[in-house]
């Protein structure tokens, strides 16, 4: 069995070594269900969707340790959008939650997107 600090693991955070980020980070994205592509104008021509892959069976699929992938995944995700996607969503969901607070599910479902703040 490998120490900790030989798989990467320090204080409790697993670090992706940056060339198996790189080398595998397309693949582990096309797996999984980050990315779906369940569009009717984007499946093949026999219409058939295909569902992602969970991180252990990609894991196994690529012979890499599940934590790995889970690493390269996260990343990869929080790669793909900037700062302020991030920042827009959180804004709506306090804005959601703040709506619900004020007049219960009745807010939920009148159609109209909740105030954001500012």
């Given at each position: 069995m ?8 320090i ?26 592509v ?31 992938v ?37 807010n ?11």
């Open positions: 490998t120490h900790p600090t030989e798989r990467g693991e204080n409790g955070f697993h670090v992706v070594d940056p060339d198996l980020y790189d080398r595998y980070r397309e693949e582990v994205v096309a797996l999984t269900n980050s990315y779906q369940d569009i009717n104008e984007f499946l093949p021509d026999d219409g058939t969707r295909k569902r992602g892959l969970s991180d252990a069976e990609i894991a196994e699929r690529l012979g890499l340790d599940i934590r790995d889970t690493e390269i995944r996260v990343v990869s995700e929080h790669d793909e959008y900037p700062i302020e996607e991030y920042e827009a969503s959180a804004r709506f969901k306090d804005a959601a939650a703040a709506s619900y607070f004020e007049g219960g599910v009745k939920l479902y009148k159609g109209d997107p909740p105030p954001t703040r500012r």
